[in-house]
């Protein structure tokens, strides 16, 4: 009876490491899905709302330069 109980709580140590480790990596996938998210925010603003200094046709290099 003392081994399986001895058994059990290996298991249990063991089991709860790997729900700490699982914990981890899905906090830290959560922080890149929100980093994620405000960088295509980011780039949706950017290409709806072209800004003045970068690919506007007035700073354009004429074709035959």
């Given at each position: 009876m003392e081994d399986r109980i001895t058994e059990l709580e290996i298991r249990l140590a063991l089991q709860d490491d790997l729900l700490d480790e699982l914990n981890r990596v899905v906090a830290r996938q959560q922080q890149q899905m929100e980093w994620l998210a405000q960088e295509l925010r980011?780039?949706?603003?950017?290409?709806?709302t072209p800004d003045g200094s970068k690919g506007s046709?007035?700073?354009e290099i004429p074709p035959h330069y």
């Open positions: 980011r780039l949706n603003d950017q290409m709806r046709p007035q700073h």
